[in-house]
């Protein structure tokens, strides 16, 4: 304990502000990312929401997280040229415009614009605070420093989300402007309080030291073992990124959460879709530390593997069965998964990479998880919606009843059609729904979701057995 003492007073100033940055702006973009975004993007028009199709809500959200993941590359260069306190202050400004143009557009070319945007606006500030918090840490202190760094990111990953399960079903735009004034809090922080870290310059142009950040991927990517590694991990990504791009859709349409609110003395409506997909970083809160004293005596592949194949059963769970219970401690089984596998990615890349190319090699990391992004917003997109999207199989009940109800339009609404369909089945809304899942199964989507962490964690250990043979790699042995 004295250790610990002695080490956090060793934090500097900046290094706590900081880390209220991170906290304010992972509580603006999970406030609105978790759960919310794809609700929005696929809720009834009549609602408030967009009434976009799964293949659109796929497309705005891959691409755009995509983006999310591979210009850190491009805008940590740019950074380090040209300062991080001015970088921070675009990157604000950047993210509020996007919210407010998220919060006004209603096509589909100008959400996907202002989403693009609003991934820019993350890409820059993505490699700046956690630059900040490794130049002011050192040997004694980082591991620490991460440590806290990696706290608090989930506490903003929480309270976000918690805050927007409050508010959204009485405002969407609601949302919308608490992630604006999530963000124009960090104004006050970066104005008065962040104070620049030292960067030695390295007597390099802007342009030159964009290119010397692709190249430095290049470099990396000569290793075709590390390749291989990063291309079965962005299959975890994959399967991973439906928490938030398929769950919300799935609960929103076929899981009724007031019984859950009234057991625990609630109102009903109290507790929501996001409110469930909060939990997956409020899990975290609590049992990160101690899942992390587990897997500290691990190997990280066999951590990682093990770590796939839980989060892969945890899928399952949340998307068999309709008791929100049970689908709660899906959430926990798949946050778990999480814990052992992610930092443990991060763990291996640091092993793996020769000793004086670390930080190359860490640099690359975020290639799976863009590559992830984008197959997840495809496997959400069709596959998703013809397995397990509500309107979808309502149109194709009604077409096998031969019942003729008009397509939705501006003058007959998704509302209109379920309420005509209702009255053409005989049932009222909880009796179509039990009908639809009866008969269509909606739930067998669970096999693409698992399947895939599966496949994951299975190539993961042909990997290990037939590529490494099974011996721990390290920067001082050669990976190529």
Do not use: C
């Not at 983006?67 to 306190?85: E, M, N, Q, W």
């Not at 806290?148 to 976000?160: A, T």
């Not at 009255?423 to 979701?449: C, H, R």
């Not at 599966?454 to 042909?462: D, N, Q, T, Y």
Request: hydrophobic residues 50%.
């Amino acid at each position: 304990m004295s250790h610990f003492v002695h080490v956090i007073k060793k934090f500097p100033r900046v290094f706590w502000i900081s880390n209220i940055i991170e906290l304010f702006e992972r509580w603006a973009w999970y406030g609105f990312y978790n759960g919310f975004f794809a609700l929005y993007l696929t809720s009834a028009k009549e609602d408030g929401a967009l009434g976009f199709s799964n293949v659109e809500k796929g497309t705005i959200m891959g691409t755009g997280s995509m983006i999310l993941y591979f210009l850190p590359v491009i805008s940590g260069a740019i950074a380090d040229r040209v300062g991080y306190k001015k970088m921070l202050i675009l990157s604000f400004t950047t993210y509020i415009l996007s919210f407010f143009m998220l919060s006004r557009f209603g096509t589909f070319g100008t959400i996907f614009a202002a989403f693009i945007l609003l991934a820019v606006a993350g890409a820059m500030f993505k490699p700046i605070i956690s630059g900040t918090v490794a130049r002011v840490t050192d040997r004694e202190t980082s591991s620490v420093g991460f440590g806290i760094f990696y706290m608090v990111v989930n506490i903003g990953g929480f309270i976000g989300p918690f805050v927007s399960s409050m508010i959204y079903k009485n405002s969407w735009d609601a949302v919308f402007y608490v992630s604006i004034a999530a963000m124009a809090m960090n104004y006050i922080f970066v104005f008065f309080f962040y104070r620049e870290p030292a960067v030695e310059a390295n007597g390099k142009s802007l342009l030159q030291n964009v290119g010397i950040a692709f190249r430095n991927i290049g470099v990396t990517l000569i290793d075709w073992k590390y390749v291989l590694f990063l291309l079965i991990i962005g299959v975890f990504w994959t399967a991973y990124n439906q928490l938030y791009y398929s769950f919300p859709v799935f609960m929103e349409a076929w899981v009724n959460l007031d019984k859950m609110a009234v057991t625990l003395g609630l109102e009903p409506g109290s507790i929501t879709t996001v409110t469930i997909s909060s939990l997956a970083s409020f899990y975290i809160i609590l049992f990160q530390l101690i899942v992390s004293s587990v897997t500290a005596r691990v190997r990280p592949l066999n951590s990682i593997m093990t770590g796939i194949f839980i989060l892969a059963f945890g899928l399952a769970m949340m998307f068999t069965n309709l008791n929100p219970w049970l689908i709660a401690l899906g959430v926990l089984i798949f946050g778990i998964g999480e814990m052992a596998s992610s930092p443990k990615t991060q763990e291996y890349i640091g092993r793996i990479a020769p000793s004086d190319r670390k930080a190359l090699y860490m640099g690359t990391a975020f290639l799976p998880i863009a590559f992830g992004h984008i197959a997840a917003g495809w496997v959400s997109g069709k596959p998703y919606e013809v397995m397990a999207d509500k309107l979808f199989l309502l149109k194709k009940a009604v077409a096998e009843r031969g019942f003729d109800i008009p397509e939705i339009s501006a003058s007959f609404t998704q509302t209109d059609y379920y309420a005509r369909a209702q009255e053409l089945f005989g049932m009222d809304s909880q009796q179509l729904t039990a009908y639809l899942w009866s008969t269509y199964n909606p739930s067998k989507v669970w096999i693409i979701f698992s399947g895939i962490a599966v496949a994951a964690s299975i190539l993961l250990f042909l990997y290990d057995r037939l590529i490494l043979r099974g011996r721990e790699v390290d920067g001082n042995s050669r990976h190529q």
